[in-house]
């Protein structure tokens, strides 16, 4: 790599005409993905799909300039955080009147399906061939949402990312990360490791329980984000009861403890999906590994990982958790690059820099192409709002 | 001459899956999600309201009566059985009608209810069993999934109770 250099921090960074020129498939990738969006009648739509085009491509340009992972990516995940709601709730609040779900569009088949619900759907699906969960499998022209297309939305990413899912495609876990991102340091250091493994009782509490009780036990009263979705009309005193744990697990999970930790507390320390998508790291090809020879003990990975998936025991091992959602905050902090992107069955440390060029325009790709339409969704509701009022 | 192995095999299927990733949007995606809606699933028929068993019609109107849904042992409700009336344009203001569900000939329930002309003003009625394998409701609520009086879109969905177990 003729014009390549290594920072200090032992990152690969590039000059200006080979970043282009790794930049270009992207580009390539991004009008492919963007010209639909194009075609649209709207000058907000337009515009929305020109700039989350320039925007991803712009990120990824800076990616390959710097050789730092988690700072673009942060910004990408932060903006379709906080753009998702805008989106989704403009989209709710058109069609329902409301950002609430009322029982009578549940038996219709209205609910949008939300990938969280997955892991619930498993054992009753097995077992008896239903669906828990009021929405509808194929797509309808009140709810395009439909069950059998988030499906395959979600395997065929997690093929690619594995539980980078939760690092490139969730678009709930960036509004965590924006909270988090505000504080310059933490302010609540001392976290018990074993707060990483509540995830995964989350997680066998509510596939158990929905299987017994035929319900998506989470939705139904334990997912934060349905306080900026939607939630069930509150009719009753159960529905109050579930909006109010919506609204309290939200403030305390999503926006103070992150806040406070500068982690990302819902997804390292409750959600169980991330916990369900942890299971696929084991399947992808790319994860994070330390280099022992080069390692110096200084656990700068260990406070910068937003999910816990490193401590002292990890990095011993010479590799990351399998709750890893290879967001590169790791490598980017790790000053003796110690702490390397890597192919699994390849020596570590022999070519991190392949690694993360393979693994990123594979994540890259996904990203743009899920979260890119959401973000450009958002900014397109935004400029309606602000154009047309 | 093992590390040299599994470093080809690896990294080879990393570039397989970038290869996945540039048939997500194209194939892959539409492929599993076209599999999975062929696959024989349904949606629970406590959301649902399961199988339609008969259609007749009214004046102007259309009644399907669906077959009876009975939870599963801890899912929470009790046995129903849908009813829904579309579209509800035709119907009268002030709806009284007896329902024949099995179609033998003989009338098993009695719904009264009121059409408000808003659309989203909630719905009042009452249903009265006129066949011991129903259970009369004085006030139909909406907000329990086995016991519904509900405008849901431009039908009228009616869930009755059933007396007793399977």
């Known amino acids: 790599m003729a014009s390549s250099t290594m920072t200090t921090n032992q990152l690969v960074t590039r000059g200006v005409g080979r970043s282009i020129l790794l930049t270009l498939p992207m580009v390539l990738w991004t009008l492919l993905m963007f010209t639909p969006g194009l075609r649209q009648p709207g000058a907000e739509k337009h515009a929305a799909a020109a700039v989350t085009g320039v925007f991803m491509v712009g990120l990824f340009y800076c990616m390959m300039r710097t050789g730092q992972t988690y700072r673009w990516r942060r910004i990408f995940f932060v903006a379709l955080g906080f753009l998702f709601p805008v989106g989704f709730i403009a989209a709710l609040v058109a069609v329902r009147g409301s950002m609430s779900i009322p029982i009578e569009h549940m038996v219709s088949g209205d609910t949008p399906f939300c990938y ?5 759907l498993i054992v009753p699906a097995a077992l008896t061939q239903t669906l828990v969960f009021p929405g509808s499998i194929l797509p309808t022209p009140s709810n395009p949402h439909s069950i059998a297309a988030m499906i395959g939305l979600w395997l065929a990413m997690t093929l690619v990312l594995g539980k980078g899912w939760c690092a490139y495609g969730c678009f709930f876990g960036g509004i965590e990360e924006g909270f988090a991102a505000i504080p310059k340091r933490a302010r609540l250091r001392k976290l018990n490791d074993r707060y990483r493994l509540i995830p995964w009782a989350v997680l066998l509490t509510i596939v158990l329980l929905s299987a017994a009780i035929f319900e998506p036990v989470y939705c139904m009263w334990l997912c934060p984000f349905k306080a900026v979705t939607e939630f069930p009309a509150v009719r ?24 406070l930790t500068k982690k990302r507390t819902q997804c390292g320390f409750f959600c169980p999906f991330g916990a369900f998508q942890s299971i696929f790291n084991k399947i992808n090809i790319f994860d994070i590994r330390f ?3 080069k390692c110096t003990d200084c656990r700068v990975c260990v406070v910068n990982c937003p999910t816990m998936a490193i401590n002292a025991e990890a990095v011993g091992k010479g590799e990351a958790r399998m709750s890893c959602m290879k967001c590169g905050a790791c490598v980017d902090g790790c000053r003796k690059g110690a702490a390397v992107w890597h192919i699994k069955g390849t020596a570590v440390g022999a070519n991190p820099e392949r690694a993360r060029l393979l693994f990123l325009y594979g994540a890259w790709a996904m990203a743009t192409m899920f979260g890119g339409s959401v973000i450009a969704h958002g900014i397109s509701t935004i400029l309606h709002f602000v154009l047309k009022g | ?66 077959e009876a849904v009975f939870p599963h042992w801890l899912q929470r409700g009790k046995p129903f059985q849908q009813v829904v009336f579309a579209p509800a344009t035709a119907l009268p203001a002030h709806v009284d009608q007896t ?15 009121d059409l408000p002309s808003d659309p989203n003003a909630p719905l009042h009625g ?39 177990k399977k």
């Open chain 1, 116 to 120: 969280m619900v997955i892991p619930m």
């Open chain 2, 126 to 164: 009452s249903v009265e069993a006129l066949n011991a394998k129903y259970r009369s409701v004085a006030n139909l609520g909406n907000n329990s999934f086995t016991e519904l009086l509900v405008r849901a879109d431009s039908r009228i969905l009616l869930r009755v109770p059933l007396a007793g």
């Open chain 1, 236 to 259: 009753d005193v159960e529905t109050a009861i579930q909006f109010g744990v919506f609204v309290l697990l939200f403030t305390g999970l999503v926006v103070v403890l992150p806040f």
């Open chain 2, 99 to 113: 329902i024949d569900m099995d179609g033998d000939g003989k009338p098993d329930l009695r719904l009264v209810f």
């Open chain 2, 1 to 66: 001459m093992r590390l040299r192995i599994t470093s080809v095999l690896g990294t080879t299927v990393a570039v397989v899956t970038l290869f996945v990733a540039l048939l997500v949007p194209l194939k892959l995606m539409g492929g599993i999600a076209s599999a999975f809606a062929h696959a024989g699933f349904r949606i629970d028929p406590v959301y649902s309201g399961g199988n339609v068993l008969r259609t007749f019609h009214g004046t102007g109107y259309t009644v399907t009566v669906y």
């Open chain 1, 291 to 293: 280099d022992r020879e």
